[in-house]
């Protein structure tokens, strides 16, 4: 990555702590983007907007006193380009009305998030690739049976143990955790070089997308495999064989 880039300055326009935590995470773990802060109310944003100039504002329409699009009608021009996140469709016509970037509706998934931005990158004319780098450095504490990942620029360490499963997203893979509040880290990497990491004998690869801890498979077929924790993964065709032949003990199931 180019350090000398400049990055696209974001501020998240949002009452909801729990969605303002989910904002900020997608915008750690896009490049191109830089936090610049969170206002919770129409009169917060509109200091902030004077005080940090964003780029870009993450604005949610339904807030106390004052609604989003009320902030965007008092902020002197030119206003920051806009994403609008809301769990109302209703606001889509009015938004697009706005001349906003794009329309996202809560709870906003990463995959959305960042084809979101990509308009964004597009109206600045600014290229993604600029700011990436191939993958992050992803390496194992083979001693103490620990997995250590980048989310955004902070290190990750994950005992094996605690991983349910590996799901390939775009340009990232989430690593689904069991007994976690957030559920999941989001690394930049790819399935097939964190799969060579871990332990192959308790480790497999079902489908092109996803990788499975061995010991947290409850029932195998040839078509699906079922986890302790409920979620039920597809099989890919190429892979039917050898998750039938590895699961043969599962024999009620395959």
């Known amino acids: 990555m180019n350090n000398s880039l400049k990055k696209i300055k974001c501020l998240i326009v949002e009452d909801e702590p729990n969605a303002q935590e989910l904002l900020q995470d ?9 936090f610049v802060g969170v206002a919770s109310n129409v009169q917060e944003a509109i200091q902030l907007c004077i005080e940090q100039k964003p780029d870009l504002l993450l604005l949610d329409i339904q807030m106390p006193r004052f609604s989003g699009f009320d902030l965007l009608d008092v902020l002197p021009k030119p206003v920051p380009l806009v994403i609008i996140t809301t769990a109302h469709k209703k606001y889509a016509i009015k938004g697009y009305e706005h001349a906003v970037i794009d329309f996202l509706l809560k709870p906003v998934s990463y995959e959305k998030f960042a084809a979101a931005v990509q308009r964004v990158e597009g109206q600045m004319g600014i290229s993604r690739s600029d700011f990436e780098s191939t ?26 143990e605690s991983i349910d499963y590996l799901e390939a997203d775009d340009n990232y893979v989430k690593i689904h ?11 930049k990497n ?7 990491l871990l332990p192959e004998e308790e ?3 079902i489908n092109r997308s996803y990788v ?5 498979v409850s029932k195998a077929t040839q078509a699906s495999i079922k986890l302790f924790s409920g979620q039920e993964l597809p099989v890919g065709p190429k892979y039917k064989s050898h998750v039938k032949d590895f699961f043969a003990y599962l024999t009620s199931s395959i």
């Open 190 to 196: 790819t399935t097939t070089k964190l799969l060579s």
């Open 203 to 205: 480790f497999i690869r």
């Open 212 to 216: 499975v801890r061995v010991d947290q």
């Open 135 to 160: 993958i992050d450095e992803a390496y194992v504490e083979k001693t103490s049976r620990i997995l250590i990942v980048k989310e955004g620029r902070v290190d990750k360490k994950i005992p094996y």
């Open 26 to 34: 997608h915008i750690e773990l896009t490049p191109s983007l830089t």
């Open 177 to 187: 955790l069991l007994k976690s509040a957030k559920g999941f880290i989001m690394t």
